[in-house]
């Protein structure tokens, strides 16, 4: 390889690594909202230890990313071997993670459609109808998605204030727009004429799998997007590896 590949490979990784630096600073920013906010939906979630594992391994990947990003930076600029060798070597990691972490969610989709049901089931059960942030949340989701409760409407049969109200109050986000009659609203509580609620009969779990299968090739295309960005880090290191024939240290600043 010339002196001028070699330039511009050096630079391309360098260019390439600032990115995923960035991007381990946007997903370990990500995890910390998650486990720290307490003002949005996810505050209602925060019992969930699977959530709560969730987010320490966003922080962990982030924070591996950043310093990834930074050794990979160090590697290119100064033509350490070293460095980029161990950088081959944790983005050919990374990669086997992913796919391994993939096969799990695909396989144990049952098992996270349970812990989901159990999550949004206490978020039910504990809705006061007074338009919080938390509530807003999940009547935006069951408005957009033309849903009700988790699996049904009867996941919404636990709410205390359904339960304890003399009225036949049901959540009005999940009020059927095309079945129901008099005015609408988009959060809290309505009263129905009849036992039978005007509401969507299909729950958010259907509703998710369904967008899911929908956009199924915009998912492929991300993940495969993301593999093949790795991919190219890895070919790109592995190539200015291979022409950095000694090293030079002496180019390292001092501090």
């Known amino acids: 390889m010339g002196k001028g590949c070699t330039t511009a490979t050096k630079y391309f990784l360098f260019l390439f690594n600032l990115i995923f630096f960035l991007f381990g600073v946007v997903i370990m920013g990500f995890g910390l909202w998650l486990l720290l ?21 966003l922080i962990g990947v982030g924070a591996f990313s950043m310093l990834m990003g930074f050794l990979g930076c160090l590697g290119a600029i ?30 144990q989709k049952d098992l996270v459609n349970d812990e989901m049901s ?3 089931t206490k978020v039910l059960d504990n809705y ?8 807003q949340a999940w009547d935006f989701i069951q408005r957009t998605m033309e849903c009700c409760g988790w699996t ?22 999940c009020q059927n727009i095309s079945v129901a009659t008099g ?6 509580f309505c009263e129905a004429q009849t036992p039978d609620w005007p509401v969507y009969d299909v729950g958010c779990s259907a509703s998710v799998e369904s967008w899911l299968l929908t956009n199924v090739g915009v998912v492929l295309g991300i993940c495969l997007g993301v593999a093949v960005i790795e991919l190219l880090g890895m070919i790109l290191s592995i190539c ?12 390292v600043p001092k501090y």
């Open 152 to 173: 049904g409407r009867m996941d919404w049969s636990g709410n205390m204030v359904i339960v304890n109200s003399s009225q036949l109050l049901f959540p009005c986000s």
């Open 240 to 251: 200015l590896c291979r022409n950095v024939h000694t090293e030079e240290y002496t180019k």
């Open 183 to 188: 005015n609408f609203s988009d959060s809290g």
């Open 128 to 135: 006061p109808g007074n338009n919080t942030t938390t509530e």
């Open 37 to 57: 906010d307490n003002q949005s939906f996810i505050v209602v979630l925060q019992d969930s230890l699977s959530l709560k594992v969730a987010c320490y391994i």
């Open 78 to 107: 100064y033509e350490i071997r070293c460095l980029l060798g161990l950088y081959f070597t944790c983005l050919l990691l990374i990669l086997i993670a992913q796919i391994v972490a993939g096969a799990l969610i695909y396989f």
């Open 118 to 120: 159990k999550i949004v």
